[in-house]
C-alpha cells in the first residue's frame, strides 16, 4: 500500500532493485566509492548483506566481465572477434583429456581437432562462419583456461550476400520508380538499404551473443571440472 507508514510497507523485488539502485547513485558507501573498484569477494560481502546468493553474483560478474572485454563493431553492431579467460587452482591432468574434449564438442557443437603439448591441451574447430579456439595451460598449480571466435567469416556471410541482393533490388527499384514518378516507390526504395541493414544487424548481434554464451558455458565447465585437481 502506497499510504501505509514507510516502516510498516512491504517492498516487492523490482522496488528493492529500484531502491538499491537509487541509494548507491545518490549516497555511495565509502566501500562502493573507492576508486580502484571492487573485487569480486567484496561484491559478494556487500551481496550477502542483502541477501543475494554469492554464486549468482559471481555468476552475473562473469557476464559483466565478458561484456565488457569484447569490442563491439560500429559497423556490424557485434563483436567480431572474443576472447575469454578464466585462471583456476588446480592443475590439468592430461588422463582427464577425453571428458575434457567430451564436454568442449557437447558444448561448442563442432567435432574440432585437438593438439597437445608440454601439457597443454588446444581445441581447434574451422568452418566457414569463422573460427574457434579453447585451450587449457597447467603451471605451478594453476591453470588457464581461454576460449576465443573469430565471427570475421560469418559478418561477412551474413552481410554481403543480402546486403548486395538488396542494394541491386533497390536500385533497380529506384530507377524503375523514377522513370515512372512514383514518389511512393521512391521513398519505399530508399527505405530498402537502412532497414536492411538494421536487421542484418541484429542478426549478427544475435551470431555473436550465442557464441559469446557458449565461449562462457564451456570456459565455466571447464573451470569446474579442472578446479581442486592435483598435479600428476
Known amino acids: 500500500m502506497a499510504d501505509a507508514p514507510i516502516d510498516e510497507r512491504k517492498f516487492t523485488d523490482h522496488e528493492v532493485r529500484e531502491i ?13 566509492a573507492k576508486s580502484e ?24 560478474a562473469r557476464a559483466v566481465a565478458l561484456k565488457g572485454g569484447r569490442r563491439t563493431h560500429l559497423l556490424l553492431g557485434a563483436p567480431t572477434v572474443l576472447n575469454l579467460e578464466r585462471k583456476v587452482d588446480g592443475a590439468f591432468d592430461a588422463e582427464e583429456t577425453p571428458e575434457i574434449l567430451s564436454l568442449i564438442r557437447r558444448t561448442m557443437g563442432q ?28 603451471r605451478d598449480g594453476t591453470t588457464t583456461i581461454r576460449g576465443s571466435a573469430n565471427l570475421t567469416n560469418a559478418a561477412a556471410l551474413t552481410f554481403l550476400p543480402v546486403g548486395i ?49 557458449r565461449l562462457q558455458q564451456v570456459v565455466e565447465d571447464l573451470a569446474r571440472l579442472t578446479e581442486g585437481s592435483e598435479s600428476p
Open 20 to 32: 538499491l539502485r537509487k541509494a548507491v547513485e545518490k549516497a555511495p558507501s565509502r566501500v562502493l
Open 37 to 60: 573498484g571492487l573485487s569480486l569477494a567484496e561484491l559478494k560481502s556487500i551481496g550477502q548483506e542483502v541477501g543475494i546468493d554469492p554464486a549468482r553474483l559471481e555468476e552475473a
Open 111 to 138: 567435432q574440432g581437432e585437438v593438439d597437445e603439448i608440454h601439457g597443454s591441451l588446444e581445441w581447434t574447430a574451422r568452418s566457414d562462419s569463422g573460427e574457434r579456439y579453447v585451450t587449457l595451460s597447467s
Open 165 to 213: 541482393v538488396g542494394l541491386i533490388t533497390s536500385l533497380v527499384g529506384f530507377i524503375k520508380f523514377v522513370q515512372a514518378g512514383s514518389l511512393v516507390g521512391l521513398v519505399v526504395c530508399l527505405a530498402i538499404i537502412p532497414v536492411l541493414y538494421a536487421i542484418l544487424r541484429t542478426v549478427f548481434g544475435r551470431i555473436s551473443e550465442s557464441e559469446s554464451a
